[in-house]
């Protein structure tokens, strides 16, 4: 497995020093950072932490949420063993990856699971590094055959950019990874109770005061996995958002789960996750999942990667 | 089966950098990521998709047999974050790519992480260094 060192600020001084110089390396592009996004007009980069880190901002606007937010570059953006407060690890930063657990078993900050949770998620074979990683080819995850990512596993794996619109009655929520769209209505409906279930559910938002806009969710289809980690949902789902704005270039997401058909308790999926405002002119580059391209990556290098053993 | 290769430990900055998350949908299931395989020979393709790029190398072993190897990466948008673009790689280009081999010992090997902080794996294509 990968050895950590023991000295974490070593770590992190090391990671710290060695961005600036892998970035300023780069031949073929020009290098990801906050003046470097400008210049590229098209598939715009994602600026590195080093770059905003610190940086001043001017005040939160009252009651707007709206533009192009960029999560990927905070390290937990892509959140491939799971919902950032809970990743499927037995050990802190990407240890506790050495897979093939059925349950969580002596992970860091386990979810608390009812009898239909836990069977539920025993049957999640998840690819994703984590205690429960089975090789990608005898995985079952719904996301790696190309079905929709559905919500709120868009938030709570590949957070990447997003662009929310808002409008007199809806935000509109673009959501680059996989290409998801959802509409937050804001027109003071309620929710419907005994939906048809949707992947992306349905949600309704509105101002708790004039830098924080809350929305919830029902109607969720649970084919849907919650995160990278197979953590699985009931159509008794509901999701809170909370929308932080902070100041003008920063906001914080918080994402809690309820659902007491599978968890004895609710969890924070994300909590005070930091978004940053990206320019206007920021062109989100295309990140669609196709199923021919699937399965010739896993006909190629998919099943050529399996333990001996396990071959189909 | 696979023509031997030199197995190298990978040491020093995988160690200092080795606390952050080293990949996003492989890893230790799948590939030994502590060690190095350096891949060299010609490229046969180069697969710019999802839900993973990957390059198809020929290897020519002692003997002169030739092992057809496949390096894995990331998402083409990840890859697109440090640099990598469609035309990073053509048939016919001469690499040295250094790759953590796959556990079941099958001429299959992995980049790592696309994360801009994680140490980057030497890359070497038609005699120029493309990351260190």
Known sequence: ?312 | MIRKLRVIIFAGVALLAACVPLFAHHGGATYETDKSVIVKGTVTEFVWSNPHVFVKVDVKGDNGNVVHWIVEAQNPVSMMQIGWSKNTFKAGDEVEIDAMPAKNGNPVGFLGSSSPTAPRRRIVINGKQFQP
């Open chain 1, 1 to 312: 497995m990968s050895k950590c060192s023991k000295l974490p600020l070593i770590a992190l001084l090391a990671g710290m020093t060695i961005a600036p110089i892998v970035v300023s390396a780069q031949s073929a592009q020009p290098a990801a950072g906050g003046d470097q996004a400008k210049q590229r007009v098209w598939d715009s980069l994602e600026p590195i932490k080093p770059s905003y880190a610190g940086k001043k901002s001017g005040p939160a606007p009252r009651r707007d949420i709206s533009g192009i937010w960029d999560a990927a570059e905070q390290d937990g953006g892509r959140q491939p063993s799971g919902a950032l407060e809970h990743p499927a690890l037995t050990a802190p930063r990407g240890q506790g990856v050495e897979g093939g657990r059925p349950d969580e078993t002596g992970i860091m900050r386990p979810l608390h699971y009812t009898p239909l949770g836990l069977e539920a998620l025993k049957a999640n074979k998840p690819s994703g590094p984590s205690v429960r990683q089975v090789p990608a080819a005898l995985a079952n995850d719904p996301v790696d055959q190309c079905d929709p990512i559905g919500f709120p596993r868009m938030e709570l794996f590949e957070l990447r950019t997003i662009e929310l619109v808002q409008t007199s009655t809806q935000v509109v929520y673009l959501n680059q990874f996989y290409g998801n769209f959802r509409v937050i209505w804001t027109d003071g409906r309620e929710l419907p109770t005994d939906p048809e279930l949707r992947w992306n559910g349905y949600s309704v938002g509105k101002w708790e005061d004039d830098y924080t806009f809350v929305v919830e969710t029902v109607g969720l289809n649970p084919r849907s996995w919650l995160d990278h980690a197979g953590r699985p949902h009931s159509e008794d789902l509901r999701v809170e958002e909370r929308f932080h704005r902070v100041d003008h270039d920063n906001m914080e997401l918080t994402v809690t789960i309820y659902d007491p058909k599978m968890y004895t308790e609710p969890w924070q999926g994300l909590n005070k996750f930091p978004l940053h405002l990206q320019p206007p002119g920021f062109d989100i580059s295309e990140l669609l999942c196709s199923p021919i391209d699937y399965a010739e990556y896993n006909k190629q290098v998919g099943s050529a990667v399996l333990p001996a053993t396990d071959k189909k």
